[in-house]
């Protein structure tokens, strides 16, 4: 779960990031979805929002604050807090199997499995929205603070190990919340908004 600190780090890197481009620069936090405090920031007179996800939303409640703020600004962008734990998780280790014993990810290769990630219905949410997923990247011991961007492509589960006289047979389809970053740009400079996307 990402803490007080880590979302203040967030919001503050990325109004430093957006300041040199845009005169006004309005972070805020508040309520909009009952019982949810939402944190976001205004950027110019009704230019555009940047949503901050760096708290998990329950249900389809993220899909909803998106969508208010589309009916009211000209540009509306979610940057997730990248951490790893709550966002942005591996999904290699429980799934590397599936691919060794030849089971439902068996057409991928190792490169493949290791850039498995499993979403959260947030990030699903964005994916089904934007070409790009732009996710904050915190300072750590080896990487430093950045936007970072994922283009994000479906998993499909191959069940054609299965002989086709079982009974219960499933079809091959796509995963819901499994899906594998196919191209990534990293970004430590200012930001604007370029066609819908932060760059």
């Known amino acids: 779960m990402v803490n007080k600190s880590q979302k203040i780090q967030m919001r503050d890197y990325l109004v430093s990031r957006l300041e040199p481009s845009y005169s006004d620069i309005t972070p805020k936090s508040k309520e909009i979805l009952s019982g949810i405090t939402s944190n976001y920031i205004l950027i110019g007179e009704n230019s555009g929002i940047v ?37 942005f998780r591996s999904a290699a280790e429980r799934n590397y199997f599936k691919k060794d014993k030849m089971l439902s990810l068996k057409r991928y290769s190792n490169f493949d499995i290791n850039r498995m990630i499993l979403l959260r219905p947030e990030e699903i949410f964005l994916n ?57 740009v990293h970004s430590e400079g200012d930001l604007k908004i370029v066609r819908g996307h932060l760059t």
């Open 51 to 87: 949503l901050l996800v760096d708290r998990v939303y329950p249900r389809d409640s993220f899909g909803r604050l998106f969508r208010s703020a589309k009916s009211k600004f000209k540009n509306v962008m979610g940057v997730v807090f990248k951490d790893g734990e709550t966002f």
């Open 128 to 184: 089904s929205q934007k070409e790009w997923v732009h996710y904050f990247q915190p300072k750590s011991d080896r990487l430093t603070e950045s936007l970072e961007s994922f283009k994000f492509e479906k998993v499909i589960f191959d069940y054609n190990h299965i002989d086709k006289y079982e009974r219960f047979k499933p079809n091959n389809m796509d995963s819901k919340r499994l899906h594998i970053w196919k191209n990534r």
